[in-house]
């Protein structure tokens, strides 16, 4: 299994609002700067709750993301992705509602033959002059 993978489990996960998919590829010892309002989570239970209110809050609707850019560095332990991501909100109807983009990281240790998240982190830039996150590229 490839570093790689990991992104269209994510992908994948995040359309079906498949919590237990998306969880799988988090290790049990992860550490998350996300963009939203806290400053981390540092357990992999308060990853999933925080996961449960997101895919529940969408209700009908579902979110494409795109990934581009994608770097990668890895060896037969450890591995570092970086990549631009699109997070698209779509409609019970397939129409594209708004988007959001960030940029992310993650560091990935190999455990079993299977790439785990260890961190992952999500960000963008600041306006200097708003002191706003620029959420589109």
Do not use: C
Not at 27 to 42: E, N, P, T
Not at 75 to 97: H, K, M, P, W, Y
């Amino acid at each position: 299994m490839e570093l790689t993978s990991l992104f269209d489990i994510y992908k994948t996960a995040v359309f079906d609002k498949d919590v237990d998919a998306y969880m799988s590829v988090f290790d049990d010892h992860l550490r998350v700067f996300d963009m939203w309002g806290l400053w981390s989570f540092d357990t992999l239970a308060d990853w999933r709750t925080m996961t449960e209110g997101w895919f529940s809050s969408l209700k009908e609707e579902r979110v494409v993301v795109t990934f581009s850019d994608i770097q990668v560095q890895e060896n037969d332990a450890i591995g570092t992705a970086t990549a631009f991501v699109r997070f698209a909100a779509i409609s019970a109807q397939g129409e594209e509602l708004r988007y959001l983009q960030n940029r992310l990281t993650w560091v990935a240790l190999k455990k079993g033959g299977r790439w785990k998240i260890i961190h992952q982190h999500t960000s963008s830039p600041i306006d200097h002059g708003t002191m706003k996150a620029m959420l589109r590229r």
